[in-house]
């Protein structure tokens, strides 16, 4: 039996999400998938437009045997971190394939840039162009001398280094995109998150773009409120995860000037801290996220199931014994810096949706579906 990986964030769950594992399905009809799933706060700083709840019952009616958790700490940092991160769950659960989707749709081109930002020389040269002045995705394009400026593509990337890097037994497979990541205008049944997520900004309907799924708004200036507090009242920013020497000191200086995160953005935004980088900052400030913290906790602490069913749980109930990280039921009760983290990020993203999501997080159980509609048992 072929048990395949995924990686996502569904943000939000759409038809494209639902091509994708009916395309996993049609290649390996008697697969197991295992979902790796990004929750309230996303890779690039941005915030989930449904709850982590809500994904994972979208991913378990559509295909999805088993569903765990990507924490805070990891998910909403780099791409090789969440990478890494990721791919650790991932072979811990003893998959044999990830499945991702890609612009090119070139896995010998993916793997190819893989090996070269795996090689000892390759962070000298990404070196060279930072102390040129140069941002980090630019410096990176031109150290590997490959051009590749898709997302997707380069996310892959980030995922086969992490599995060469471990030596990891798992095939590594695409997915050819059928959108842009970039567009968002035109009006497919498949288009981009991204294009979901700017048609909701404008007002639009989205129905026909997802399959169903409760889409939460986000209380944009409660949201600033909260991070503007955070900035103006502490003592010490630099401790912060992703805050560098001398932006703190830039923060400070233009917070009473802006009116939203966005204006904020604008005014800290320099050619070597690009949007992401200062979004992912952003919200680091906002949960508390410390460089100490992050530095300890280099490895996932344990397993944490959100959701599955009755073939994820025979899987899981055949691979337990054999697992080195602990698999949680009352997760709640462990004692992690990790949990402790993810539970500050369901509380902030309460209060800026008014979701009731800790009723989900301290209830202590995954979401269990008996029958999953797309599979043959």
Do not use: W
């Amino acid at each position: 039996m072929e048990v395949i990986g995924l990686i996502a964030e569904y943000n939000p769950f759409h038809n494209g999400h639902v091509y994708q594992l009916e395309e996993i399905k049609k290649r390996y009809p008697n697969s197991l998938i295992i979902l790796i799933l990004n929750g309230y706060f996303l890779e690039r700083g941005i915030i989930s437009l449904e709850s982590k709840e809500e994904k994972t019952r979208l991913a378990l009616e559509y295909g999805v045997d088993i569903t765990i958790e990507l924490s805070f700490v990891f998910g909403s940092n780099s791409a090789d971190i969440f990478a890494e991160a990721s791919l650790e769950l991932l072979n811990e659960m003893q998959i044999n394939r990830l499945i991702f989707g890609s612009e090119s749709d070139n896995i010998a081109l993916l793997t190819n840039v893989a090996k070269r930002q795996l090689d000892e020389h390759f962070d000298e040269k990404v070196k060279l162009y930072l102390n040129q002045g140069i941002n980090y995705p630019t410096a990176l394009n031109k150290a590997i001398e490959i051009p590749l400026n898709d997302p997707n593509d380069l996310l892959g990337v980030s995922y086969i280094k992490a599995i060469l890097k471990n030596n990891y037994e798992i095939i590594p497979e695409t997915i050819k995109r059928t959108n842009n990541y970039h567009d968002t205008k035109s009006d497919e049944e498949i288009v981009s998150a991204s294009n979901i997520r700017e048609k909701i900004h404008n007002g639009q309907n989205i129905d026909r773009y997802i399959p169903k799924g409760k889409i939460n708004t986000i209380d944009e200036q409660l949201l600033f409120t909260l991070l503007k507090y955070k900035i103006i009242t502490e003592d010490n920013l630099d401790k912060y995860l992703s805050v560098d020497e001398g932006i703190d000191n830039r923060l400070r200086k233009v917070i009473n000037q802006a009116n939203s995160l966005e204006e904020l953005i604008n005014l800290v935004k320099t050619k070597r801290y690009t949007y992401n980088r200062l979004m992912r900052m952003m919200m680091h400030i906002l949960v508390g996220l410390t460089k100490e913290d992050k530095e300890s906790l280099t490895n996932n602490e344990y397993i944490r199931l959100l959701g599955l069913n009755t073939r994820g749980q025979k899987y899981i109930n055949k691979i337990k014994k054999e697992l080195s990280i602990p698999l949680v039921s009352k997760y709640t009760a462990i004692d992690s810096k990790i949990k402790n983290y993810e539970l500050k990020c369901a509380n902030i993203y309460q209060m800026i949706t008014g979701d009731n999501v800790n009723s989900f997080e301290y209830a202590n159980r995954p979401i269990r579906l008996e029958e999953n509609k797309n599979k043959e048992n």
